[in-house]
């Protein structure tokens, strides 16, 4: 089983930034990917981005430019988060999993002020 720990959110300006952390540990595999969801108050979750086990990432246009997924260290991957604006306001949760997403972890809040 594999646990999924965020940590980095807060509250921030607009405009501003803030790096979102996600340490998984337990068992993972080698073709393990890893990415970024959001949910916000009243709505679905989303995904904003992923970092898979080749390196390749992926995200949401609505991310694109602003955003960037990286690997920090062995089975840790950091969300960069610059030119934050309000609608960027919601939980994070870190995903894991081979193939498909089936690891969570608890969610880290992120609130943008205007």
């Known amino acids: 089983q594999v646990q999924l720990v965020e940590s980095g959110g807060g509250l921030v300006q607009a405009g501003g930034s803030l790096r979102l952390s996600c340490a998984a540990s337990?068992?993972?595999?080698?073709?393990?990917?890893m990415g970024w969801f959001r949910q916000a108050p009243g709505k679905e979750r989303r995904f904003v981005a992923e970092l898979n086990w080749t390196g390749r990432t992926n995200y949401a246009n609505s991310v694109k430019g602003r955003f960037t997924i990286s690997r920090d260290v062995k089975n840790t991957v950091v969300l960069q988060m610059n030119s934050l604006q309000p609608e960027d306001t919601a939980v994070y949760y870190c995903?894991?999993?081979?193939?498909?997403?089936?690891?969570w972890g608890q969610g880290t809040q992120v609130t943008v002020s205007s």
């Open positions: 337990g068992r993972t595999f080698s073709r393990y990917n």
């Open positions: 995903a894991g999993g081979v193939g498909s997403y089936n690891d």
